[in-house]
C-alpha cells in the first residue's frame, strides 16, 4: 500500500525553485544549451537534496530504514532527480525517456515511436478520448500517440521544468489543442473520479512509493470501462534481496534514475489486482526474441550495430566515448559553462546503464513488463 502520510504538495514553493534554477532555460533549442544555462547555487541544493539518498550508502549496508526515507520523499527525490536529469537525457537521448524494442537494421528514434505505438494500440486509444499520460516527461510520448490515436492528452507531472518543456514543444508542433500539461503528485492527484477514457504509463510509475497505491489512483480517476496500459521497470522474480551483488544492481538503477523503491514482477502483477483492475494482459517484452536487445545503446559494444547510423549511439556509451564526456563534463565544470556537479550527475548516469545493461544479461531487470488492466463496468463499491 501507499505510505500512510504522502508527501505535501507545495506548488508555489516548486515554481519559485523552478524559476531559481532553470532561469529561462526552458526556451533553449535543446538540452546542452539549456544545461549551460542554470543556476549554481540552486544547482547545487538540488544536487545535495538528491544525493544525500544514495552518498555514502553502499548496497552491503542498506537497511530496510534506508528504503523507507527513499519512499518517504518519493516526490522531491524524484522532482530534484529531473531538476538535474532532465537536459542530460534530452541531449544524450531524446525527448522520450524511455527504452524500447528494436527490430533489425530499425533506427533508434523509430524504434521509440513504435514502442509508444504498440503501448496506445493495446491501450485502445481512438480519436476523442481523453486520456491520461502518467509522469509524462517532456512529453516525447504524449506528442507521438496524439498524433498515432488522435486522442485528447493530459500529462502529469511533478516537475515545473519539464512541464515548460513539454508545453514549449507541443506549441511548435501545433499541438496545443490536443495537449495540455498539468503539475501534480501522481500519488495523489487533484482529478476528479472517472475523470479519462484511458490511462497509460511509460516507465514513469516506478518513481512510485506504492505500485499499489499509484495503480488505485489511476483506478479511481479511470471511468469503468477504461484501460490502464503500462510499461513498468520491474526486478524480476530471480532478484534476491539476500544477494549483495543483486542488490548493488537494483541500488545502482536506482540511484542513477531516481526511483525510491522498485520491487519484483510478482509485486507489480498484485498491485494491479489489488487496485481493482482486471489484468488483460502481463507480458516481459524484453522476453521477446529481438535481433537487437532493448539496452544496446546503453552496452557500448559495436557487435550491435546495425547500420552506420549506429555509431555515435553505441561510440557514446564505449569506453572511449564514455571517458571523452567524463573528462568534457569535467572541463565544463572547470570552467564555469556548467554548475558543479553536472560530472557527478553523468556518472551517476554511466553507473545506472552498466547496472541496466548488467541487470538484463542476468535476467534481474526489465524495463518494459507490459500490464494493460481494464477497469469493470460495475465496478466494487
Same mark, same amino acid.
Do not use: C, S
Given at each position: 500500500m501507499a505510505p500512510a502520510v504522502l508527501e505535501s504538495e507545495n506548488h508555489s514553493r516548486d515554481a519559485a525553485f523552478n524559476k531559481a534554477m532553470h532561469q529561462d532555460s526552458a526556451t533553449a533549442t535543446g538540452g546542452f544549451s539549456a544545461m549551460m544555462k542554470k543556476d549554481k547555487t540552486a544547482h547545487k541544493a538540488a544536487l545535495d537534496e538528491y544525493f544525500k539518498h544514495w552518498d555514502n550508502k553502499a548496497a552491503k549496508d542498506e537497511t530496510l530504514a534506508d528504503r523507507e526515507a527513499r519512499k518517504a520523499e518519493?516526490?522531491?527525490?524524484?522532482?530534484?532527480?529531473?531538476?538535474?536529469?532532465?537536459?542530460i537525457y534530452e541531449y544524450g537521448w531524446g525527448q522520450s525517456f524511455h527504452f524500447c524494442r528494436f527490430a533489425y537494421g530499425e533506427p533508434f528514434h523509430q524504434a521509440i515511436a513504435r514502442h509508444e505505438h504498440y503501448l496506445a494500440a493495446k491501450a485502445g486509444l481512438k480519436d476523442g478520448d481523453r486520456v491520461l499520460d502518467v509522469g509524462c516527461g517532456v512529453g516525447g510520448p504524449a506528442r507521438e500517440i496524439a498524433k498515432f490515436s488522435g486522442a485528447h492528452i493530459t500529462g502529469l507531472n511533478n516537475?515545473?521544468?519539464?512541464?515548460e518543456r513539454a508545453t514549449r514543444y507541443a506549441q511548435k508542433e501545433g499541438l496545443s489543442h490536443q495537449l495540455d500539461f498539468v503539475k501534480g503528485d501522481f500519488m495523489q492527484m487533484t482529478f476528479a473520479d472517472e475523470t479519462f477514457d484511458n490511462v497509460y504509463a511509460i516507465e514513469a510509475t516506478v518513481h512510485a512509493p506504492s505500485l499499489e497505491g499509484i495503480y488505485s489512483e489511476i483506478y479511481r480517476v479511470l471511468k469503468p470501462g477504461g484501460r490502464f496500459a503500462v510499461y513498468e521497470w520491474l526486478m524480476t522474480d530471480n532478484y534476491d534481496n539476500n544477494n549483495v551483488h543483486h542488490r548493488e544492481i537494483r541500488l545502482g538503477i536506482e540511484q542513477g534514475d531516481g526511483i525510491s523503491n522498485m520491487v519484483t514482477i510478482s509485486e507489480g502483477i498484485a498491485a494491479m489486482k489489488a487496485a481493482g483492475f482486471?489484468?488483460?494482459?502481463?507480458?516481459?517484452?524484453?522476453? @521477446?526474441?529481438? /535481433?537487437?536487445?532493448?539496452?544496446?545503446? +546503453?552496452?557500448?559494444?559495436?557487435?550491435?550495430m546495425g547500420s552506420i547510423f549506429d555509431i555515435y549511439t553505441i561510440g557514446r556509451m564505449h569506453k572511449?566515448? @564514455?571517458?571523452? /564526456?567524463?573528462?568534457?563534463?569535467?572541463? +565544463?565544470?572547470?570552467?564555469?559553462?556548467?554548475p558543479k556537479g553536472t560530472k557527478k550527475t553523468a556518472d551517476s548516469f554511466a553507473l545506472a546503464a552498466d547496472c541496466l545493461v548488467a541487470g538484463a544479461k542476468e535476467d534481474l531487470f526489465t524495463p518494459m513488463y507490459l500490464m494493460v488492466g481494464r477497469k469493470p463496468l460495475n465496478p466494487k463499491a
Open positions: 518519493y516526490a522531491t527525490l524524484t522532482r530534484h532527480y529531473y531538476n538535474l536529469a532532465t537536459d516537475n515545473d521544468y519539464q512541464i482486471e489484468l488483460e494482459i502481463n507480458e516481459d517484452l524484453a522476453k @521477446r526474441p529481438d /535481433a537487437t536487445p532493448w539496452y544496446y545503446p +546503453l552496452a557500448g559494444d559495436f557487435k550491435y572511449v566515448g @564514455r571517458a571523452i /564526456a567524463h573528462q568534457l563534463m569535467g572541463f +565544463l565544470e572547470l570552467t564555469g559553462l556548467a
